[in-house]
């Protein structure tokens, strides 16, 4: 089946640790998103491409950052991760429409922890 | 600035109770809905979206939702739930000609068998 999915599930790491999520999907869409959610809070978009254009939340801190090397893959990379961080990552992908609304497709998420 | 509000944090239900959930967003030209279900374990799926057309659209396993453009709502319903439905449920918005999504901050249900 196609799909998003998302690696480590679980990921555990110190205080100021680089770290690195994955997304692959194989449905082939044009736009990815990454979403932070902590707990009983909405899921709040960090950034997403429309195939190599890159779009930045305003409120989302540069110790955030993102590659997307193909249409396939998309990595959410955290610099130095604080306390704050830890929450639980969600990646989704849509194909673009005319009126930009389509419905997003998410993965299982990654649940970061920060030691 | 753009939001989505749901109104219930914590709902908990009978098996066979009607269950309405809010949702109100703030205002900003045309809009497309959706809500989302994320049961015990599994990740974000669709239950159903509003694009155009008729504001009463129906989704899988019984649920319903109605956009009502002058309250800037769109609750979700279903007549009678189930065990089955406890879940956690998000209401989302997309501003038109946006790939911007927000979410409300979901509504945990439980149904009690």
């Known amino acids: 089946d196609a799909m998003v999915i998302q690696n480590p599930r679980y990921q555990v790491t110190q205080f100021g640790k680089p770290v690195t999520l994955s997304c692959s999907q194989t449905l082939n869409h044009n736009v990815m998103y990454w979403y932070q959610q902590k707990s009983s809070q909405a899921p709040k978009l960090l950034f997403h491409y429309y195939d190599k254009d890159f779009n930045n939340e305003a409120d989302t801190p540069d110790n955030f950052q993102s590659r997307r090397p193909n249409t396939s893959f998309c990595f959410l990379d955290i610099r130095s991760p604080g306390l704050g961080d830890a929450a639980m990552y969600l990646c989704a992908t849509s194909r673009p429409a005319a009126s930009g609304a389509n419905v997003l497709t998410f993965g299982a998420g990654s649940r970061l922890t920060v030691l | 600035a753009q939001s989505v509000s749901q109104h219930n944090h914590h709902v908990i239900l009978s098996e066979a109770a009607s269950l309405e959930l809010g949702c109100n967003y703030s205002?900003?030209?045309?809009?497309?809905l959706f809500w989302y279900v994320q049961y015990p374990g599994q990740h974000l799926q669709l239950l159903l979206k509003y694009f155009s057309g008729d504001p009463l659209v129906k989704g899988i396993k019984g649920f319903e939702a109605e956009f009502i453009k002058s309250k800037f709502s769109f609750n979700l319903r279903k007549p009678s739930v189930q065990w089955s439905d406890t879940a956690e449920y998000f209401c989302a918005v997309n501003y038109g000609a946006t790939y911007k999504y927000i979410f409300g901050t979901g509504t945990r249900l439980k149904v009690l068998a």
């Open positions: 205002y900003g030209g045309t809009v497309n």
